[in-house]
Antibody, heavy 120, light 107 residues
């Protein structure tokens, strides 16, 4: 079955960097756009970034633009999120999600999430 | 950016009840509206896509509808497993945006 597994979360000091990974299995990873979505404790979901199936196009939320980078390695079925200059506002559970794309774009499946805590 | 205004923020209901959750988009998004269910400690799961289409495996008691920029999720005959938080999401354009969520609690 389709599965996404995030890793790389943890506790990091403000101003530091962290890289998240998302390993995909059970579907043709290289055919789909992928997203990162985050959820601060007790808050709603916030879309963070999108990358096209081949990595040629990316898009970011204003809140992370210029600090975060999204990339993928289709040979390894893995999605990445490089997070730089982290602030306490970036504390959240980070989910990766497959984007079905096209006219009926939806996010499915989602990973289980990885917690990033930015704290001194 | 497209704003999604979701209401109510919380809702109490009993097993067997019918409930309605609404989302209003700040501009036209046509039918690019999805509904997700999230239970504590878990990732969201897709319920309804393109405003009114039931995702595979989702019980038929879940129904989505649309009227202009107003979107509705209706859950009929509430079951114990339906008590969760529900989010709408517009997939019309980036930045994709979610509603604030509706927490459905057992009365």
């Amino acid at each position: 079955q389709m599965q996404l597994v995030e890793s790389g979360g943890g506790v990091v000091q403000p101003g530091k960097s962290l890289r998240l990974s998302c390993a995909a299995s059970g579907f043709s990873f290289g055919y789909f756009s992928m997203n990162w979505v985050r959820q601060a404790p007790g808050k709603t979901l916030e879309w963070v970034a999108l990358i096209s199936y081949d990595g040629s196009k990316t898009s970011f939320a204003d809140s992370v633009k210029g600090r975060f980078a999204i990339s993928r390695d289709n040979s390894k079925n893995t999605l990445y999120l490089q997070m730089n200059t982290l602030t306490t506002e970036d504390t959240a559970v980070y989910f990766c999600a497959r984007d079905t794309g096209g006219d009926t774009s939806l996010f499915d499946p989602w990973g289980q999430g990885t917690l990033v805590t930015v704290s001194s | 950016d497209i704003q999604m205004t979701q209401s109510p923020s919380s809702l109490s209901a009993s097993v067997g009840d019918r409930v309605t959750i609404t989302c209003r988009a700040s501009q036209s998004i046509y039918s690019s509206l999805n509904w997700y269910q999230q239970k504590p400690g878990n990732a969201p799961k897709i319920l309804i896509y393109a405003a009114a289409n039931l995702y595979s495996g989702v019980p038929s008691r879940f129904r989505g509808s649309a009227s202009g920029t107003d979107f509705t999720l209706t859950i009929s005959n509430l079951q114990p497993e339906d008590f969760a938080t529900y989010f709408c999401q517009q997939s019309f354009s980036t930045p994709y945006t979610f509603g604030q969520g509706t927490r459905l609690e057992i009365k």
